[in-house]
């Protein structure tokens, strides 16, 4: 027979703690399901109690205990899904009459850190002095980034990806779990990557209030498994967001100028503001004060309200996209920023450790790219510019404060080299054109290749010689590989032959008024299209090399 028993609750972040008032219990017994608990006991008047209490959501029964005092039996259920408030203790909106539940005992966890903190010696106190079960659960790991959890679905996809520049259609599986750990990417944040069991997550996407992992591997819907996060890459992403916040912030207060959107780069990341220019002295304020900031060890925290509360309309947004669903998620940073956002981030800005703007670069439809670090970037950016001023030093010869100087020097005395080669380039092309010209034995064919020359080498020897019964055949570059041709002379001929040589020589080109030129692939088959032009002609052939 189900009895009346008092019930008091707490609702933590990652516990619930539910007490039984029962004074001077004997045979105690407790079941906790995923689902619900059964308790039962014998009370001081011997009359049995028992309650069957279906939970407001899972638990994870391995990772839960109960304990026994003179005037109680307290349990302590490990919540399926950590940070999720749970508004009432039943799934059922009308409690049962047996079970009288003490609201004004509850409290939410939400906002109340300081106090999860101060709980924890006490609540692992009680726990350690719980009956066997294996070893206790950790009340420190707010930052897990592993989680046990359900498969609920699994079906056949495709993954568009690029490796190496090069496209490519990976086979694999769509995943969709009970929960998840893995961020889908979203808010200008690329996604995570990790492991569901031993299989890699190659990418996670979002659709609707469902996160997607795709799997190379297929997995059993219904089955446990352990997802995992690499933990560089999400650090690295959080450290990178909240610098983004953080600038945007700043530059806001300062100048007002407005985020519009923002990228999460590789390397380095970028923030669009809505500003035609920015200065280098407005740069150098907004690096000052970020880091200002960082140094001061600023709190972040994280916040959830709902699209009707009043502060929703006051808080910094780009607007909710168009599937959202359920509450909407702050981002604050105390004293400086609330921002709804739905990525990743650091508790606090020193965990930023530094950020560097790196400059500024001009943006679409008269905005401004603000190029940003942050974090671990920072280190990676500084030991690069390090090992190249390294390499400069050594091939310079000189002082990292004279590297400019000397490039400077190296690009002018390029340029005069480069100039004084195309003038003797140019008086060359004049000269091979004049002594074909002037030869007594020219054929109908006049063939030439050299490895160094452009289109206009080609070109000056086609208008010298200017002759309507010649073929004219030249290319240059790499003969071996590829390079440039040119294919002129009477212009019924040119029509015909242009595409075959194009053909032959693996390249493309275009033709207009008998001069047919282009790109070659296969400068090696150079002879065939010679021996093709010599057999249309019918004339004698003259090469030079």
Request: hydrophobic letters at 35%; one cysteine or more.
């Amino acid at each position: 027979m189900r009895q009346h028993a008092k019930v008091f609750w707490f609702d933590r972040a990652k516990y619930v703690h539910m007490e039984f008032c029962v004074e001077n219990s004997r045979d105690v017994k407790v079941d906790i399901e995923r689902n619900k608990v059964i308790f039962s006991c014998l009370n001081e008047d011997n009359i049995q109690m028992y309650n069957e209490i279906e939970l407001y959501d899972s638990v994870q029964p391995k990772d839960s205990r109960e304990k026994r005092s003179d005037r109680s039996i307290t349990c302590f259920l490990r919540k399926w899904k950590e940070k999720v408030a749970w508004p009432r203790l039943t799934k059922e909106n009308n409690k049962p009459a047996w079970l009288s539940v003490d609201f004004d005992n509850w409290r939410d966890w939400d906002n109340e850190e300081e106090a999860e903190m101060a709980l924890t010696e006490h609540y692992m106190d009680l726990i350690n002095s719980v009956k066997d079960k294996g070893a206790p659960p950790a009340m420190d790991d707010l930052d897990d980034l592993d989680l046990m959890t359900e498969v609920v679905s699994c079906s056949p996809a495709q993954l568009k990806s690029e490796n190496g520049g090069k496209k490519e259609t990976l086979s694999g599986y769509n995943v969709i779990l009970k929960d998840t750990v893995l961020f889908p990417e979203g808010g200008g944040q690329p996604d995570d990557r990790g492991f569901i069991g031993e299989i890699p997550v190659h990418r996670v996407t979002r659709q609707g209030a469902d996160a997607v992992h795709f799997v190379s591997s297929p997995l059993e819907p219904g089955a446990q498994m352990l997802v995992k996060t690499d933990w560089n890459r999400r650090f690295d992403h959080m450290q990178q967001h909240s610098g983004q916040h953080l600038v945007t912030a700043i530059a806001d207060s300062l100048y007002g100028f407005k985020t519009t959107s923002w990228e999460l780069g590789r390397q380095r990341s970028s923030i669009e503001l809505d500003t035609p220019t920015m200065t280098s002295e407005q740069v150098e304020t907004v690096e000052q004060l970020v880091n200002q900031k960082i140094r001061q060890r600023v709190p972040v925290t994280v916040r959830v309200i709902t699209a009707y509360e009043p502060e929703f309309d006051h808080v910094r947004s780009r607007g909710l996209p168009d599937d959202h669903v359920g509450p909407v998620r702050i981002i604050d940073i105390e004293g400086v920023d609330a921002n709804m956002c739905c990525g990743t981030h650091v508790a606090n800005l020193s965990d930023l450790q530094v950020i560097k703007l790196l400059g500024t670069e001009k943006g679409k439809k008269n905005k401004t790219n603000l190029i940003f670090i942050a974090g671990e970037r920072v280190l990676k950016y500084a030991a690069r510019s390090y090992s190249v001023e390294k390499s400069l030093t050594s091939l310079l010869k000189n002082g990292p404060e004279e590297h400019v100087e000397s490039v400077e020097k190296l690009q002018k005395s390029v340029k005069a080299l480069q100039k004084n080669n195309l003038t003797l380039l140019r008086d060359l092309a004049v000269l091979t054109a004049q002594t074909f010209k002037n030869s007594s034995a020219r054929g109908k064919v006049f063939s030439l290749h050299r490895k160094e020359g452009d289109n206009e080498f080609m070109n000056i020897i086609a208008n010298e010689i200017d002759t309507e019964d010649t073929i004219i055949f030249l290319t240059v570059g790499d003969e071996k590989t590829s390079g440039l041709f040119l294919l002129t002379g009477p212009p019924e001929v040119i029509e015909n032959l242009g595409p075959r040589v194009s053909k032959i020589l693996d390249g493309k080109g275009a033709g207009k008024k008998g001069r047919f030129q282009g790109k070659a692939n296969k400068m090696s088959q150079r002879g065939e299209v010679e021996s093709l032009l010599q057999e249309v002609m019918n004339g004698s052939r003259v090469k030079e090399e």
